[in-house]
């Protein structure tokens, strides 16, 4: 008769051959879990089309004078007198999604995260390594004038109440653009430490090809950090009626205190953050459990940046980090021991209703990157004894990223304007309402709700553009005014610019 392990063991392998079975995960089992994608000669889809296009979605979000070579032609100037009421320039920065306000606290993110693909990917870039880094500076040039007064940082241009009460075009907003910032008596430290880590990353994208920007971008990310760590805060409680709902933090600012001093740590290698993150490390570190990555919860991605000092550089006092990374990691693993994660029948990663892109891009390029250190190391991950490599890693994150293009059910890719069929009424104002060029009269704030509840497609494609995604049984019905899984975000396409770079890359099309 068999032992019970050896019954338990056999219920997981007939448990997890049925799962690659119906989500067709090309592994097979021989003592660890390998991929048969290497094999595959050709590629899934044209990632290169697609890195193209990620980057540029950025254009159609920039507010602010618009330059020269701007590429999405049918956005023009706005928001020109941004920070006027407040006697500051905000000029400026990203529209994070679709509608006309400038929220600092997903900026920011968005920033970290574009410059986090560039330092791990670009250099498989090539020619789009260029629009990457614009696309970085478009941030940065902003967030240096919201943090140019010592201890305040402007957070918040527009009102998202009255801002979301119309339907109207980035260019014709006459909604207030009040100002809103925090400072020593109001503040705000999740948004302070996003910030600073947001100026670190970035400094390091600058520091061969513009070393005076570089450094203006570090020092001011030191400045910032030290003010987020000294006046401790939560800006969703000074700010509640202002921010919340729309980016409340609700995962505390701890994890942004660990990945500030993280990326200030690898931007300067000063000990001084690596002695702040050892002495700090357990009381920001929060529950290991705690897997979600997004705009407000950095804490896998500061573990896996820790476990790259550990892994890479041989950092002693970061082990527990590199075994945090292994357990999120499991987390993911289809049918492995401890995995937790839920995907649709398609194969989609599905960890929210509201927005789940955003978690399928972060998730991906976590893989990748994490997948990447491994290799540099010669290290590997064990799920309860199962030793899972980097290999693996890359094949979830291609799988995810290939449902994004349209391997999914549907046929759909999710990136407006890669592949035959896209969404085509996204809730986004200036891509559903005609373009200045082709109605120069100004469009009043309630006039484009017609358009908004219409069935016609948006008259402009915002190229590149994740949006929000399918629902947990991969249906989409592509509504303009379902926001939940028709809305684009900048912190969406940041973490894909990085993964779709490696996927180009391996496949021989960069």
């Given at each position: 008769m068999a032992s019970s392990s050896t019954h338990v063991i056999c219920i997981f392998l007939i448990i997890f051959s049925t799962f690659l079975h119906t989500n067709a995960y090309p592994f097979h089992h021989s003592g660890s879990y390998q991929s048969s994608h290497r094999h595959n000669r050709y590629a899934s889809h044209d990632y290169r089309d697609a890195l193209t296009k990620s980057i540029l979605f950025f254009e159609g979000q920039r507010s602010g004078k618009l330059p020269p070579n701007q590429r999405m032609s049918w956005r023009k100037d706005s928001g020109l007198s941004d920070g006027s009421d407040a006697h500051v320039d905000l000029e400026g920065g990203y529209y994070d999604a679709g509608d006309n306000v400038k929220f600092g606290f997903p900026m920011a993110f968005t920033t970290t995260m574009l410059s986090w693909s560039v330092l791990e990917f670009g250099g498989l870039m090539k020619s789009e390594l260029q629009n990457a880094k614009e696309a970085v500076r478009w941030a940065t040039d902003y967030l240096l004038k919201a943090t140019a007064q010592p201890d305040t940082i402007y957070v918040q241009v527009g009102n998202a109440q009255e801002d979301h009460a119309c339907w109207e075009r980035p260019e014709d907003m006459d909604t207030p653009r009040e100002v809103y910032k925090v400072d020593k008596n109001n503040p705000g430290t999740e948004v302070a430490a996003e910030t600073a880590a947001a100026l670190a990353a970035a400094s390091m994208v600058f520091r061969r090809s513009d070393p005076a920007y570089s450094r203006?971008?570090?020092?001011?990310?030191?400045?910032?950090?030290?003010?987020?760590?000294?006046?401790?805060?939560?800006?969703?409680?000074?700010?509640?009626?202002?921010?919340?709902?729309?980016?409340?933090?609700?995962?505390?600012?701890?994890?942004?205190?660990?990945?500030?001093?993280?990326?200030?740590?690898?931007?300067?290698?000063?000990?001084?953050?690596?002695n702040y993150i050892q002495r700090n490390g357990q009381v920001l570190g929060a529950s290991e459990e705690d897997y979600t990555f997004g705009w407000d919860n950095k804490h896998v991605g500061a573990r896996i940046l820790l476990s790259k000092s550990f892994m890479v550089q041989r950092m002693q006092g970061l082990q527990e980090y590199?075994?945090?990374?292994?357990?999120?990691?499991?987390?993911?693993?289809?049918?492995?021991?401890?995995?937790?994660?839920?995907?649709?029948?398609?194969?989609?990663?599905?960890?929210?209703?509201?927005?789940?892109?955003?978690?399928?891009?972060?998730?991906?390029?976590?893989?990748?990157?994490?997948?990447?250190?491994?290799?540099?190391?010669?290290?590997?991950?064990?799920?309860?004894?199962?030793?899972?490599?980097?290999?693996?890693?890359?094949?979830?994150?291609?799988?995810?990223?290939?449902?994004?293009?349209?391997?999914?059910?549907l046929k759909m890719s999710y990136m407006v304007g890669y592949g035959p069929k896209f969404p085509e009424r996204i809730h986004h104002r200036g891509s559903s309402l005609p373009s200045i060029s082709n109605h120069p009269q100004k469009i009043q704030c309630s006039a484009g709700f017609d358009m908004m509840h219409s069935q016609s497609p948006n008259p402009n494609v915002l190229v590149g553009a994740i949006v929000g995604g399918p629902d947990f049984h991969d249906g989409f019905p592509d509504d303009r005014s379902d926001y939940a899984q028709s809305e684009p975000a900048t912190y969406m396409n940041a973490p894909l610019v990085g993964a779709l770079a490696y996927l180009a890359h391996s496949f021989g099309q960069l």
């Open positions: 203006t971008l570090l020092n001011r990310a030191t400045r910032v950090f030290e003010f987020a760590d000294k006046y401790r805060g939560s800006y969703s409680d000074g700010l509640k009626d202002v921010v919340c709902p729309f980016y409340c933090s609700y995962s505390g600012y701890q994890d942004e205190l660990l990945w500030g001093a993280t990326w200030l740590h690898r931007a300067t290698r000063n000990t001084m953050y690596l590199k075994g945090h990374s292994d357990n999120y990691i499991c987390s993911l693993i289809p049918g492995a021991p401890f995995s937790s994660a839920q995907y649709t029948p398609g194969g989609l990663l599905y960890k929210m209703s509201d927005s789940n892109m955003q978690y399928v891009t972060s998730t991906s390029f976590l893989l990748l990157t994490y997948a990447k250190y491994l290799k540099t190391s010669g290290m590997t991950v064990s799920c309860g004894g199962t030793i899972i490599t980097p290999t693996t890693l890359r094949t979830i994150a291609q799988k995810q990223v290939d449902y994004i293009l349209g391997s999914n059910p």
